[in-house]
């Protein structure tokens, strides 16, 4: 059992930068991979990107691509989000999920995925 917990969320101008957190609990989390989605209103939630369980590979949608960057600590059973360069089309509810055996081609579903936080909402001004 994962639990996971997002942070650090806010309100931020167009060109800043923010760096949302997800802190997780369970001592298996270091054999998790675990990805970012978000979620703007009325819209459906959308694949941001994703780390595998060492931190030797990740995935990133194509909207985001050079801006963003996800990262892990196990030591500190902490996934991050890194967003630079931000606009106001990334404002939305970002969450953190967690799931084993990500590939690729399974990075972007959010069936993929076995845990997920609450969210944090990211607000980008124009």
């Known amino acids: 059992q994962v639990q996971l917990v997002e942070s650090g969320g806010g309100w931020v101008q167009a060109g800043g930068s923010l760096r949302l957190s997800c802190a997780a609990s369970?001592?298996?989390?270091?054999?998790?991979?675990m990805g970012w989605f978000r979620q703007a209103p009325g819209k459906e939630r959308e694949f941001v990107a994703s780390?595998?369980?060492?931190?030797?590979?990740?995935y990133y949608a194509d909207s985001v691509k050079g801006r963003f960057t996800i990262s892990r600590d196990n030591a500190k059973i902490t996934v991050y989000l890194q967003m630079n360069s931000l606009k106001p089309e990334d404002t939305a509810v970002y969450y953190c999920?967690?799931?084993?055996?990500?590939?690729?081609?399974?990075?972007?579903?959010?069936?993929?995925?076995?845990?997920w936080g609450q969210g944090t909402q990211a607000n980008v001004s124009s």
């Open positions: 780390i595998t369980w060492s931190g030797g590979s990740t």
């Open positions: 999920a967690a799931a084993l055996g990500v590939r690729s081609w399974s990075a972007p579903r959010t069936s993929t995925y076995d845990y």
């Open positions: 369970g001592r298996t989390f270091s054999t998790y991979d």
